[in-house]
């Protein structure tokens, strides 16, 4: 099966910026939708952003302006470049295809995002 390896996590202050990557193991951004999701402690992991195979883009709320999902095909990568960063983004970063609005992969390790001061 397809391996993620998701990179890029850090301590940032409020208001700073990040750009998390996903590196898949197999060219599956031309079949799948690709999501990045998040779970923050006590709390259920949750789809922030997805991009399909076309290219058309999604954010829940309160993400969207701050956030920007993108892929780059070639290489077999994934990205969420994340700007104004607030407290509350603070979370386990993951990728993965998505179907029907559900993950169908093997999660890997994630990314560590603190934001802080």
């Known amino acids: 099966q397809v391996q993620l390896v998701e990179s890029g996590g850090d301590l940032v202050q409020p208001g700073g910026s990040l750009r998390l990557s996903c590196a898949a193991s197999?060219?599956?951004?031309?079949?799948?939708?690709m999501g990045w999701y998040r779970q923050a402690p006590g709390r259920q992991r949750e789809l922030v952003a997805f991009?399909?195979?076309?290219?058309?883009?999604n954010y829940v709320d309160s993400v969207k302006g701050r956030f920007t999902i993108s892929t780059d095909n070639a290489k077999n990568s994934l990205y969420l470049q994340m700007s104004s960063l607030k407290p509350e983004d603070t979370a386990v970063y993951y990728c993965?295809?998505?179907?029907?609005?559900?993950?169908?992969?093997?999660w890997g390790q994630g990314t560590q995002v603190t934001v802080s001061s």
């Open positions: 991009i399909t195979s076309i290219g058309t883009t």
């Open positions: 993965n295809a998505v179907v029907y609005g559900r993950p169908v992969l093997d």
């Open positions: 197999g060219s599956i951004f031309s079949f799948y939708a």
